[in-house]
C-alpha cells in the first residue's frame, strides 16, 4: 500500500459532517488525505497535529448548491430511519426528489396538495 498524500484544499473543499448526537453539517476543508480508500478530511487536533477528522461523513469539491443539497440528503437519511409508514416514507421520497432537482428561483415543495405556504 502506498503512503497518504497530503494535499492542500483550495476553494470548494467541503466536508459533510455528523456529530455524535447524529447532527448533520458542513464545514470547509483546508487539507485533506488522499489514499487507495478515497479522501479524508484532516483537521488540527488539540496537540497542533493534522489527524483524519472524525466527524466528516464526505469530503467533495462542488459549489454551495450541491453542498447544500447533499447535506440536506444526508439529513433526510437519519429522518428516513425514524420514519415508520409507508406514507412517512412516500413523502420522504418526493422531498428527496425535490431537494436533489431544485434549482434557485424555483418554487417550494407542497405535500398533501398543500399550496406550498
Same mark, same amino acid.
Given at each position: 500500500m502506498n503512503a497518504p498524500e497530503i494535499e492542500f484544499a483550495d476553494a470548494g473543499w $467541503?466536508?459533510?459532517t455528523r456529530d455524535e448526537g447524529g447532527r448533520v453539517g458542513v464545514k470547509?476543508?483546508?487539507m485533506f488525505e488522499l489514499t487507495e480508500e478515497g479522501v479524508t478530511a484532516l483537521t488540527k487536533n488539540a496537540d497542533g497535529l493534522m489527524v483524519r477528522d472524525p466527524h466528516a461523513v464526505? $469530503?467533495?469539491?462542488?459549489d454551495a448548491l450541491h453542498t447544500a443539497k447533499l447535506a440536506w440528503m444526508h439529513k433526510l437519511m437519519g429522518v428516513a430511519e425514524r420514519c415508520?409508514?409507508?406514507e412517512a416514507l412516500a413523502?420522504?421520497?418526493?422531498?428527496?426528489?425535490?431537494?436533489?432537482?431544485?434549482q434557485p428561483g424555483e418554487p417550494g415543495l407542497s405535500l398533501a396538495?398543500?399550496?406550498g405556504c
Amino acid at each position: 500500500m502506498n503512503a497518504p498524500e497530503i494535499e492542500f484544499a483550495d476553494a470548494g473543499w $467541503v466536508a459533510i459532517t455528523r456529530d455524535e448526537g447524529g447532527r448533520v453539517g458542513v464545514k470547509p476543508v483546508r487539507m485533506f488525505e488522499l489514499t487507495e480508500e478515497g479522501v479524508t478530511a484532516l483537521t488540527k487536533n488539540a496537540d497542533g497535529l493534522m489527524v483524519r477528522d472524525p466527524h466528516a461523513v464526505e $469530503v467533495i469539491k462542488t459549489d454551495a448548491l450541491h453542498t447544500a443539497k447533499l447535506a440536506w440528503m444526508h439529513k433526510l437519511m437519519g429522518v428516513a430511519e425514524r420514519c415508520t409508514t409507508s406514507e412517512a416514507l412516500a413523502d420522504l421520497q418526493k422531498i428527496a426528489s425535490w431537494v436533489a432537482n431544485w434549482q434557485p428561483g424555483e418554487p417550494g415543495l407542497s405535500l398533501a396538495g398543500g399550496d406550498g405556504c
